[in-house]
């Protein structure tokens, strides 16, 4: 089948009617999630921070007879945690939060930029390398949500009579392009300083194929990231 576009150069179809960005329903349940981490609290505080980083992201498309990557495409994401501790005897936590990620990917010229609110579920184990020093690798899954998008071709946004190409929001033949939902493994290990001052870095594996009707139905389009970030506990 055709790998889609940025991996074949060509522009998208004609987009139809615009529609709103995010659901009331879809938000209301990603906040019940992160709100939800009280009640698993229990007795153990919660701990608060906050991050921003670099993310390189590149998609994934795959059809019968083969599979192409796109280059990396450089992001951006940022966000707050939340974590507790989850076992008395060994120093592991859960950790939530939600992020503003994005992901996409570049070939010849072509970009795909994806936004995403984003929520992990990830355990984390905390090993202290002295008294300035801890090392908390992590491992679990996220759940993204598509809020929007665009494509440009040599950074000019593709429009189509005067409105921008959405890869979320626009129809095109009363058709979405792609599906808002993803989810993923997240692997990641951060380094934090006086218990407060972090450096990390990750990589986030996309599981579903987010193609919806934009493409031919036998290519397969995954989202994958590697980032770096900055992170503060509060």
């Known amino acids: 089948g055709r790998v889609p576009y940025p991996f074949c150069g060509t522009a998208p179809p004609k987009p139809g009617r615009l529609k709103p960005i995010m659901t009331m329903k879809k938000l209301l349940l990603l906040t019940a999630a992160v709100a939800a981490m009280h009640f698993t609290a229990g007795a153990q505080p919660l701990e608060w921070g906050v991050h921003a980083g670099l993310n390189l992201a590149c998609e994934r498309a795959s ?6 990557a796109a280059n990396s495409q450089p992001q951006f994401q940022a966000g707050f945690t939340l974590s507790t501790r989850v076992a008395r005897a060994v120093p592991l936590y859960f950790r939530t939060g939600l992020d503003f990620t994005g992901r996409g990917g570049e070939s010849d010229g072509a970009t795909d930029n994806l936004y995403y609110l984003q929520l992990p579920l990830t355990l984390s184990c905390r090993i202290d390398c002295g008294r300035m020093v801890s090392i908390r690798p992590e491992v679990g899954f996220y759940y993204a949500l598509g809020l929007f998008a665009n494509a440009k071709e040599e950074g000019v946004v593709l429009e189509y ?4 190409f959405d890869y979320f929001n ?4 009363g058709r979405k392009a792609l599906k808002r939902s993803d989810l993923g493994l997240r692997f990641g290990v951060d380094a934090v300083l006086k218990r407060h001052y972090g450096i990390g870095i990750g990589y986030d594996q996309g599981l579903l194929n987010i193609n ?3 493409y031919e139905s036998d290519v397969k389009l995954r989202n994958g990231v590697f980032y770096i970030r900055l992170s503060y506990d509060l």
């Open 170 to 173: 626009t129809k095109v033949e």
């Open 63 to 68: 059809a019968t007879g083969g599979a192409v």
């Open 161 to 164: 009579e005067g409105r921008r």
């Open 212 to 214: 919806k009707n934009l």
